[in-house]
């Protein structure tokens, strides 16, 4: 801003020393009244909410993000000391808010886990035909089990491996999969029809691998193979997270982790398109016509495949058993009646820890929303107290999960074990992400569009699930005057959609969005530092969700959720 001044005095207006300062003088004062000008359009903040909304300070976020995302904390990895010391600030932080611990009287919520490292060298499948055996390894199947598998089953094509009952579509009729292993496409039907019941080209829940694998076990499988569709127009799911390049250059790969007692208990493996091919041969059509069929008819090409057996072999270099932790504070609701009701707040707390003597600081991922999540716990406990303000109608429950980049893990845990009632869980608002400007990257070249400003700009992914909660936004945006963006709930390359801790409500039919400014080069990378944040930014974001979240707690008609966004309504 101020080179900029100068540079337009330079070259423009060549006057003598004093009255080019009385310019300068002129254009500061004009500078000082456009931002009144600025601030008065924006809605004025209601007098009661404002002890909480004032709060929010971009000088907290960044202190407290400079020591999340600092060294000391080694990149905060699941099971570990970064993130333990990671989730003992956050909870003397709900302590000093005044939240009550929600988990049986403490504010941490046991996560017990599974960490296991797939041996690459030792993982195969193999297939057994007309009496000859063919076996890949990695890189062609890619598989990875909590604990040493050796399945041999026969194999039958299950389609996209989806049964959706309300879109009158499912792979699993006319086959038996009881027993066997099923080889399923990725994603789903009609990806590229912007007309598709299946949401359109966004996605839809049935399209992310675990709804499939758990699809498949319902339906008697013990194994499944996951193959990209042949006739996509994106990068494979493999191709993609090698294009995310800061896992790259570890020594060694990143753990898995799995929950103790997953409601999953099938192994699955991904597998190549020459494998894939290969196994489909005596399918009695090519892998891409089956595919073009489904999308052109949305009927079963399922089948068994005749002489084909296959076996998965599965081994781990370690396995280990730890607890790590949900912390869960609650701000008790003021209405006799509303109270019972929840309003959920997330972000998760992991990540990538550290290789050698790199670490991964994860400062927008998720220093950002854990901080931010605080500071609202901080803002509605400020709110409740102050004499001129009020406590939310609804409680609100703040929740920073554990183990979200090993899968979700803590964010599934509290889907399953919940610690409110969700039929009551009105809606969730999850930050993962939320303190940088979108600028582009191998991540999403030639897969997404990015805008030139990204400043200012929020992107609410999940949006098409609920108009309602989308509406609320869009209005107290009046108090706040970000940009706000759907773009991600349009495409499907990017799984974002399935990529945060949002999803396991959303798979609970809670209006559930995730707010997310976006990628940018230091994406799972060393480099995603403190000092890189766009603080004033995220202040704005964490008032809007701030307002959000009183108009959430506090309205009559809550907001409903749409499970199938791509059917028009009958009208
Ligand atoms: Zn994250
Ligand atoms: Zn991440």
């Not at 094509?157 to 086959?175: H, K, M, N, Q, V």
């Not at 009609?190 to 949401?199: G, P």
């Not at 009695?284 to 009927?299: M, T, V």
């Not at 716990?377 to 090993?406: C, D, M, W, Y």
């Amino acid at each position: 801003m101020k080179a900029g001044v100068a540079a337009v005095w330079k070259s423009r207006y060549l006057l003598p020393m004093k009255i080019a300062k009385t310019v300068l003088l002129l254009l500061f004062a004009a500078a000082i009244v456009s931002v009144a000008a600025r601030a008065q359009s924006l809605a004025p903040i209601p007098r009661d909410l404002a002890p909480g909304f004032e709060t929010i300070r971009e000088e907290t976020l960044r202190a407290d993000l400079t020591f999340l995302a600092s060294d000391a904390l080694q990149g905060r990895m699941s099971l570990q000391l970064g993130d333990e010391t990671a989730i003992q600030w956050i909870v003397s932080e709900f302590a000093k808010a005044g939240l009550h611990p929600a988990a049986n009287g403490s504010y941490l919520q046991p996560v017990p886990l599974v960490e296991y490292r797939p041996d690459r060298t030792q993982n195969s499948l193999s297939l057994m035909r007309f009496g000859k055996e063919t076996q890949w390894r990695f890189p062609e199947v890619l598989g990875g089990y909590r604990q040493d598998t050796d399945l041999t089953a026969a194999v039958v094509f299950a389609g996209f491996g989806i049964t959706a009952p309300e879109l009158g579509y499912d792979d699993y009729t006319g086959i038996d999969a009881h027993g066997k292993i099923a080889l399923i496409f990725d994603h789903e039907p009609q990806e590229t029809d912007a007309n598709s019941i299946f949401n359109g080209t966004g996605n839809t829940r049935y399209a992310t691998t675990r709804v499939k694998v758990l699809n498949a076990q319902a339906h008697g499988a013990v194994g499944v193979l996951i193959v990209a569709e042949p006739n996509r127009k994106h990068p494979s799911n493999q191709e993609r997270v090698a294009r995310i390049g800061g896992s790259a250059v570890r020594a060694a790969p990143l753990p898995s982790q799995a929950l103790a007692e997953d409601e999953l208990h099938i192994p699955a493996a991904i597998v190549s398109d020459a494998v894939a091919k290969e196994i489909l041969a005596t399918a009695g059509a090519a892998p891409s016509d089956l595919q073009a069929a489904i999308d052109r008819d949305l009927k079963p090409q399922s089948r068994v495949l005749p002489d084909t057996q296959a076996t998965i072999h599965l081994r781990n270099t370690a396995v280990i058993r730890g607890t790590s932790y949900n912390v869960v504070g609650l701000l008790e609701g003021s209405d006799a009646k509303l109270k019972s009701e929840t309003i959920l707040i997330t972000a998760h707390h992991d990540h990538d820890g550290m290789s050698g003597s790199e670490i991964w600081h994860g400062a927008d991922d998720n220093g950002s929303g854990s901080v931010g999540v605080v500071a609202l716990a901080h803002a509605f406990a400020a709110n409740a107290q102050a004499k001129t303000g009020r406590a939310p109608k609804r409680s609100i429950l703040f929740v920073i999960f554990a183990a979200e980049e090993r899968g979700l893990q803590g964010a599934f845990y509290l889907a399953a074990h919940p610690l409110r009632p969700l039929e009551t869980t009105r809606a969730l608002i999850n930050f993962d992400m939320i303190g940088r400007n979108e600028t582009p990257s191998d991540q999403t070249n030639g897969l997404l569009e990015i805008p030139a400003d990204t400043t200012n700009r929020l992107n609410l992914i999940g949006a098409l699930y609920s108009p309602d909660y989308r509406r609320t936004v869009v209005e107290q945006n009046k108090h706040v005057g970000l940009v706000l963006d759907d773009r991600f709930d349009h495409e499907s390359a990017l799984n974002v959609f399935f990529r945060s801790d949002q999803f396991p409500f959303v798979l609970k039919n809670i209006p559930a969005f995730w707010w997310f400014t976006g990628f940018h080069p230091d994406y799972h990378h060393t480099t995603d530092t403190a000092e890189k944040i766009n603080y004033v930014k995220m202040a704005k974001i964490l008032r809007l969700a701030y307002l959000c979240g009183f108009q959430f707690a506090g309205e009559t008609a809550v907001p409903r959720f749409v499970a199938n966004p791509g059917v028009k309504a009958a009208d």
